[in-house]
């Protein structure tokens, strides 16, 4: 099945600052998701991207499917975006596959 | 994700009780999903079901027992958990089942955090 990495695993910010997420994957995909779960466990739709750009507010996505990678950027970083950042692929199942996530934590 | 509503939001149970996790869209979503997260670890999904019927088990114990009564409902029976059960279960729905499954995003709730005592 389809694989799914994200980088880096851990990240640290002063609020304001600007930060790029990574997802890599295996395989050729029709469906891809970024998640923020915030600390109490909400899992919030972020972006549905297979492919192209998008951006709402501070963040943006950009998924280059030739290439196998996707991009999250966050700008102007606020404490309430700490949390962890989920990016999910789907190929040709049912199956939408998660990657280990992003810990960001953005500090005052 | 408000629209994909899971009740209760939280349960305590112990290991020879018997109880049901419920999940509610009114989206029309036709494709539901269950969802099991421990934590420091990213969502596995247990189960699919599509048009009501389940489609995908991913090898779940037979402890835990899905039921689809209808397509706006998605129920999940518990008996003789184990404390290793205890997790966070997320429900989520997407609006087109098989054969084009794939390329509908998922939405999700917002989980019941279950404890096993």
């Known amino acids: 099945g389809i694989q799914v990495e994200q980088s880096p695993p851990d990240l640290i910010l002063q609020e304001g600052a600007n930060s790029t997420l990574r997802c890599n994957f295996s395989?050729?995909?029709?469906?891809l998701q970024w998640f923020h779960q915030n600390p109490w466990g909400q899992l919030i739709n972020l972006f549905y991207?297979?492919?192209g750009t998008k951006q709402n507010g501070r963040l943006s996505a950009t998924t280059v499917a030739t290439e196998r990678y996707s991009l999250l950027y966050i700008s102007s970083s606020q404490t309430t975006d700490s949390g962890v950042y989920f990016c999910?692929?789907?190929?040709?199942?049912?199956?939408?596959?998660f990657g280990k996530g992003t810990k960001l934590t953005v500090n005052p | 994700d408000t629209e994909v509503t899971q009740t209760p939001k939280h349960l305590v149970m112990g290991m020879t009780n018997k109880k049901s996790l419920k999940c509610e869209q009114h989206?029309?979503?036709?494709?539901m999903y269950w969802y099991k997260q421990k934590a420091k670890k990213p969502p596995e999904l247990m189960f699919v079901?599509?048009?009501?019927?389940?489609?995908i088990n991913e090898s779940v114990p037979s402890r835990f027992s899905p039921e689809c009564p209808n397509s706006s409902l998605l129920n999940l029976h518990l008996h003789a958990l184990q404390p290793e059960d205890s997790a966070l279960y997320l429900c989520?729905?997407?609006?087109?089942?098989?054969?084009?499954?794939?390329?509908?995003?998922?939405?999700f709730g917002d989980g019941t955090r279950l404890s096993i005592l």
């Open positions: 395989d050729s995909v029709n469906n």
């Open positions: 989520a729905s997407s609006r087109r089942a098989l054969p084009a499954v794939s390329n509908q995003p998922q939405h």
């Open positions: 989206m029309g979503h036709r494709a």
């Open positions: 999910a692929a789907r190929g040709g199942s049912e199956k939408l596959v």
């Open positions: 991207i297979p492919s």
């Open positions: 079901y599509s048009y009501e019927k389940l489609s």
